[in-house]
Nanobody
Framework: QVQLVESGGGLVQAGGSLRLSCAAS????????MGWIRQAPGKERELVAA????????SYADSVKGRFKISRDNAKNTVYLEMTSLKPEDTTVYYC???????????????????WGKGTQVTVSS
């Protein structure tokens, strides 16, 4: 079972940028499709971005397309989420998650992720 630890959250003004990192241990990192998931209070859980095992294919929620970029470094067992043009509605806890699946990454849903980190808070002020 892979263990995941997120970092990089914080407070930023609207329009600003943050870079989240997630370090994985305890498994073969390249076996996992990785994702970033968020759930704001009173809202549905949302798979913000996912990335294939090789890092070649990313997938994004419509709400973040063009603003967020997911990437991974399999040599460092780390996945990243570069967030730009941040909006107050992006405020919530962001969770790194991992799953082993044969599904095409663009079809993966948040319910398929079995391993989660504890999350990192992102707060965007207006």
């Amino acid at each position: 079972q892979v263990q995941l630890v997120e970092s990089g959250g914080g407070l930023v003004q609207a329009g600003g940028s943050l870079r989240l990192s997630c370090a994985a241990s305890g498994g073969t990192f390249s076996d996992y499709v990785m994702g970033w998931i968020r759930q704001a209070p009173g809202k549905e859980r949302e798979l913000v971005a996912a990335i294939s095992r090789t890092g070649v294919t990313p997938s994004y929620a419509d709400s973040v397309k063009g603003r967020f970029k997911i990437s991974r470094d399999n040599a460092k067992n780390t996945v990243y989420l570069e967030m730009t043009s941040l909006k107050p509605e992006d405020t919530t806890v962001y969770y790194c998650a991992a799953t082993i699946t044969t599904s095409v990454v663009t079809t993966v849903t948040e319910n398929q992720f079995r391993s989660w980190g504890k999350g990192t808070q992102v707060t965007v002020s207006s």
